[in-house]
């Protein structure tokens, strides 16, 4: 899971002209939203689906994507909000319920101890465990309260850094799935905004003029998980330079996997039989 830590919005307001890029950039997200919706059977009819709110540029515009494809969709399902307060003294969770309220979600704040346990081991892997104790969190309040999908609001960017941080650090051919059932067969995770470039959430944000809410975190930006998703951010930034389409391109790779030219065994790799012996003879 990536880090649940919000960019910044970008400083200065938009101008009318700004603005009126606004329907054209909405209507991109809608139509990538929509299409991993259907592709992937993100939602079904009579979904009650909770949308992790952490009050980031991301979460706000998942919540504006669903409740206005809530709308539009043939089909009728529910959208709440809910917020894992970390702790921090400087998270603010009464503006995201604020917001909430005035948009007419429902809107739930769940606590976790987070601050205290970076505080406590701060030399540790604090976001590891962070991400833990938020998803943890979210899946028990989910589970006992009937809610049938948990909504994140991971895009694009995220998913292809993933991909990069397992390939360079974690020696595995993964990014993140847009709908996961947990191991226990309890809980649905689905990312509705996996396929959207976060360059142009970020813009939607801004002209849209979300409360963003910073999470407080001492280790904001600092932590190792965050500096080393920051290197792949700027790999795939600086490629992007000369392969322009780059994201696109890994996009469509995630999407179109050649198994039996990887050497996974496991998914095919075909297994040399009668050799075991030859082979521990060679030492
Ligand atoms: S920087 Fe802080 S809030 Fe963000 S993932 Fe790490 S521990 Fe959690």
Redesign the pocket.
Known sequence: MS???ALPSLGLPPTDEDRAGLPKLEKRLLRRAGEAIQAYNLIEEGDRILVGLSGGKDSWALLEILTTLQKRAPINFEVHGVTVD?GFPRFEPDRIAEECERRGVPHFVLGAP?DAL?RAQPEST??II??RLRRGVLYTYAKTQGFTKIALGHHLDDLLETLLLNLFFNGRLAAMPLRLQSDDGANVVIRPLGTCDEADLQRYAWLKGYPIVP?G?P??GA?AL?SRRAQAKELIATLQGSIPQIKSSMLHALQNVQPTHLLDLGLGAASASGWDEGVQRLG
């Open positions: 880090s649940p830590c970390p987070i970076v604090p976001c962070c991400s999470c975190c280790l904001c932590s965050e």
